[in-house]
């Protein structure tokens, strides 16, 4: 009886072994795509200056003003109505609680390198800067599908710049992107 509990045992824990080490192969990856990507001492202040302003974009007055503003006007933004704010709000919630929940540390806490602006907090995954330019990017989007293209490619430049600027893994970027993608379509179906 003691023979057949010992594989039983081994099965269960095969998959949560198997899903830890996909989880460190990711995070591996994630790692060394940042220090290829992000270039903080290596930027001109040319560059620092682009990239500040672009990342600035995706901070929650920026995203507030954007999905709000347009509702005090007439024509087609008027039109696309609440949907941009609810997006915005829907997703900045699901980031913040899975923030709290996950606790990855930001680079400059991993000590990969030190960032070159302020970190709004000390929780890396997932960014909610990109999270929130592309949500009213989406919400601006279905209403308005001539806005679509240069409006996702403006929120896939504020995620870029979390990662450029040092403040966000390239993971945490695409997560909170996908995040707002699905709230976007989420919200959009049950309208």
Same mark, same amino acid.
């Given at each position: ?6 594989? /039983?045992?081994?099965? /269960?824990?095969? #998959? ?14 994630? /790692? &060394? ?6 270039? @903080? ?42 949907? #941009? ?14 923030? /709290?929940?996950?606790?990855? @540390? ?24 990109? &999270? ?42 695409? &997560? ?16």
């Amino acid at each position: 009886m003691a023979t057949t509990s010992a594989p /039983r045992g081994r099965w /269960r824990r095969w #998959p949560n072994e198997m899903a830890n080490s996909l989880l460190q192969r990711l995070d591996a990856r994630d /790692r &060394a795509l940042f220090v290829r990507w992000s270039t @903080p001492h290596a930027l001109s202040w040319r560059a620092r200056t682009f990239w500040v302003a672009v990342t600035h974009l995706g901070s929650a007055w920026c995203t507030l003003i954007a999905a709000l503003v347009p509702q005090l006007g007439t024509g087609p933004l008027r039109d696309v109505g609440t949907l #941009p704010f609810s997006v915005l709000v829907v997703s900045h919630l699901v980031i913040q609680g899975i923030k /709290r929940t996950i606790g990855r @540390p930001r680079p400059s806490r991993s000590h990969v390198h030190a960032s070159l602006i302020d970190e709004p907090d000390r929780f890396s995954f997932p960014s909610g800067h990109a &999270a929130a330019a592309m949500a009213v990017a989406l919400g601006f989007a279905f209403g308005v599908p001539q806005l679509a293209a240069p409006l996702v490619m403006l929120a896939t430049l504020v995620g870029l710049s979390r990662v450029v600027l040092g403040v966000h893994f390239p993971g945490d970027v695409i &997560a909170g992107q996908a995040i707002a993608f699905v709230t976007a379509v989420c919200t959009v179906l049950l309208r």
